[in-house]
């Protein structure tokens, strides 16, 4: 190699190593679990249907039904899955959805009781109380942005909050 073309792959081997040529974007947040109450379960052929209809969402995995409780569940593996196409699937199966429990990572942004997480374009998931909100301000506090939390997950107005039950660092 001669020896300005190794001055030069040197210079951008340091370059992209300090991070000037390529600056790392903000981590998206994304659900990467989903527990949702379903009303109106009452047979395999039931859960079957809902079954299908959750397996079409997009980045939808490990779909499964508990007949018993009325529980379905699905991890998400890629892309952002928002909550409401959630509930469509399972009114679109001929059932009632209720309560959600999420599981989202990324990173926190804002501070004290106003902490939200970005899932996406201009949506927003805003963390507020639960078991768990205290920890997730400290971890905030100790300047540990990105985390994992999980909870009930309620729509507000034009909001989708998370109670946050759990929280921990990414």
Not at 130 to 156: N, P, S, T, Y
Request: aromatic share 4%; proline share 5%.
């Amino acid at each position: 190699m001669r020896p300005t073309k190794r001055i030069l792959t040197m210079i951008m081997a340091a370059a992209l190593a300090a991070g000037i040529l390529a600056a790392a974007e903000p981590a998206l947040a994304a659900v990467d679990h989903y527990e949702v109450q379903v009303d109106g379960l009452a047979c395999p052929f039931c859960a079957y249907g809902l079954e299908k209809k959750l397996k079409n969402l997009p980045g939808a995995a490990n779909v499964h039904i508990e007949l018993n409780t009325g529980w379905a569940s699905f991890d998400v593996l890629s892309g952002v899955l928002l909550p409401e196409p959630v509930q469509d699937a399972v009114r679109d199966a001929g059932f009632t959805p209720r309560d959600i429990r999420v599981t989202a990572s990324g990173t926190v942004q804002g501070k004290g009781d106003e902490l939200r997480l970005s899932v996406g374009g201009d949506q927003t998931l805003t963390l507020h109380g639960g078991e768990a909100f205290g920890k997730l301000r400290g971890l905030v506090k100790e300047g540990q942005r990105d985390v994992v939390v999980a909870g009930l997950i309620r729509r507000v107005d034009d909001t989708w909050q998370l109670a946050v039950a759990e929280a921990k660092p990414q």
